[in-house]
């Protein structure tokens, strides 16, 4: 399963963060607790240059919560201010401001010092399609100020956020990256809805995700689905015996695999299946 695609409002996107870098004091990249290296664009750096950055940790409800530690510790190490949130209950989000305010502690003192005490910051909210960045500037605002969906490419214009007395954001559409070099990362941004499912084969996606969670977390699929995982069990086989459980048949008897499918992707990108990280720290790999 190769995914190779880059829509053109995506070079649209890309052109429109480097026009207004230059306009904010700090970029906020917003990536995916289950998926943390994957979710973060490799071309972001060049596009952003040397602007201070805070990597915000989103739908960490939905992750391994020992290993979210783990990859908060790790963007420390890196020189990353990491902050960890849950922007559909707002769980994290009151620590943005002032995550903002200290990381840029040194402009805020040199304002003050030219008398511009009150002059606002402006922050860049950057990340893929579908990570969650408008539901989170709407928890910051306190309103519906961004638009938000659970389907990628919703965002496409330009639009600063007023953010109290002191600070404005720049949403910004969600932007991938012209080609995917790793198939891990192809499949991870799959799973979790970054990619539009319509360019998918999703039974070979859905039997990906099942091979990769016999590995990690097979009580998961046991407990959910009801199934039993055998130790030569491919990701189709279980996909198979989850449709059979389920009683997912077609004319002639035969498994009804798409069905499943469907709902395997649903409930993992809806947390049914329980707070399941895709990746580790690579020292923790």
């Known amino acids: 399963m190769r995914i190779h695609w880059f829509p053109g409002h995506m070079t649209k996107a890309r052109r429109m963060i480097t026009e207004n870098v230059r306009l904010v004091d700090i970029v906020c990249e917003i990536i995916d607790a289950r998926i943390p290296i994957s979710s973060r664009n490799p071309d972001l750096d060049e596009l952003t240059g040397t602007k201070p950055r805070l990597i915000i940790i989103n739908r960490k409800d939905q992750a391994d919560p020992a290993i979210t530690r783990l990859w908060s510790e790790y963007f420390r190490k890196q020189g990353l201010f990491a902050l960890e949130v849950e ?3 707002g ?3 009151n620590g943005f401001q002032p995550a903002i305010r200290s990381i840029l502690k040194d402009k805020l003192d040199s304002y003050a010092a030219k008398g511009q005490k009150g002059r606002p910051l ?3 909210i950057v990340g893929i399609p579908n990570v969650g960045k408008s539901t989170f500037i709407n928890r910051v605002a306190k309103r519906k100020a961004a638009k938000a969906s659970d389907k990628p490419g919703v965002t496409r214009g330009k639009q600063w956020i007023k953010i109290g007395a002191d600070m404005e954001l720049l949403d910004t559409p969600g932007i991938l990256w012209p080609k995917f070099d790793s198939q891990i990362v192809a499949e991870n941004l799959a799973f979790t809805g970054a990619v539009k499912d319509e360019i998918l084969d999703t039974e070979t996606l859905a039997a990906n995700l099942m091979a990769r969670l016999k590995e990690t977390y097979p009580e998961s699929l046991e407990g959910r689905y009801k199934i039993t995982i055998s130790e030569e069990d491919r990701g189709f086989d279980l996909l198979e015996k989850a449709a059979r459980r389920r009683g997912f048949l ?15 992707l649903d409930e993992y990108r809806g947390g049914v299946l329980g707070r399941i990280s895709l990746e580790k720290p690579p020292e923790e790999v």
Not at 250 to 264: C, H, K, T
């Open 91 to 93: 769980s994290g989000v």
């Open 250 to 264: 077609i004319s002639g008897g035969e498994v009804d695999l798409e069905r499943m499918a469907n709902i395997l």
């Open 122 to 124: 402006r922050a860049m």
């Open 87 to 89: 922007c559909k209950t």
